[in-house]
């Protein structure tokens, strides 16, 4: 199946067809009233940490070491993607951020990641994939009868 995200900066127009619009920055934009963003939600635990997005802003790490470390701080903690798979299972999610290239910032990465946890839970939920090695456990087992 296929899901509808896109990416957007939170200083252009709330639209219609935007569906849940979510702010995904830790920090808030600067001039910015929560009441004229028309979120569905700010959600800053799908994000980079601090010092990541530091390092990264500041030049000390390079892009694809910056993609490697956020894609661990991700999978560190999985449960972050869990609402925003939940909005995107209601239709169009829409990311939002301050960033001005926003082909170069956090967001693709973690559309990325959205869309391969949406797939994986998708191929469980078919019984394409095992839910977790356990379960296939007794299925194996030796039985020295």
């Given at each position: 199946?296929?899901?509808?995200?896109?990416l957007k900066?939170?200083?252009?127009?709330?639209?219609?067809?935007?569906?849940?619009?979510v702010?995904?920055d830790?920090?808030?934009?600067?001039?910015?009233?929560?009441?004229?963003?028309a979120?569905?939600?700010?959600?800053r635990?799908?994000s980079?940490?601090?010092?990541l997005r530091r390092?990264w802003h500041q030049?000390?790490?390079?892009?694809?070491?910056?993609v490697?470390?956020y894609r661990w701080?991700?999978?560190?903690a999985?449960?972050?993607l869990?609402?925003l798979?939940?909005?995107?299972?209601?239709?169009r999610l829409?990311?939002?951020?301050?960033?001005?290239?926003?082909?170069?910032?956090?967001?693709?990465?973690l559309r990325?990641?959205?869309?391969?946890?949406?797939?994986?839970e998708?191929?469980?939920?078919?019984?394409?994939?095992a839910?977790?090695?356990?379960?296939?456990?007794?299925?194996?087992?030796?039985?020295?009868d």
């Amino acid at each position: 199946m296929t899901y509808d995200i896109q990416l957007k900066r939170i200083y252009s127009e709330a639209e219609p067809e935007d569906g849940a619009r979510v702010l995904v920055d830790r920090l808030w934009p600067r001039g910015k009233p929560r009441e004229s963003l028309a979120l569905t939600d700010w959600y800053r635990d799908a994000s980079p940490s601090n010092v990541l997005r530091r390092q990264w802003h500041q030049g000390e790490i390079s892009d694809a070491v910056f993609v490697r470390r956020y894609r661990w701080e991700i999978g560190d903690a999985q449960d972050c993607l869990i609402p925003l798979m939940r909005w995107c299972r209601q239709g169009r999610l829409t990311l939002l951020s301050a960033a001005r290239d926003l082909q170069h910032s956090h967001l693709p990465t973690l559309r990325e990641a959205i869309a391969e946890a949406l797939d994986v839970e998708d191929r469980q939920a078919d019984g394409l994939e095992a839910s977790s090695p356990p379960c296939y456990g007794a299925r194996f087992e030796r039985r020295d009868d």
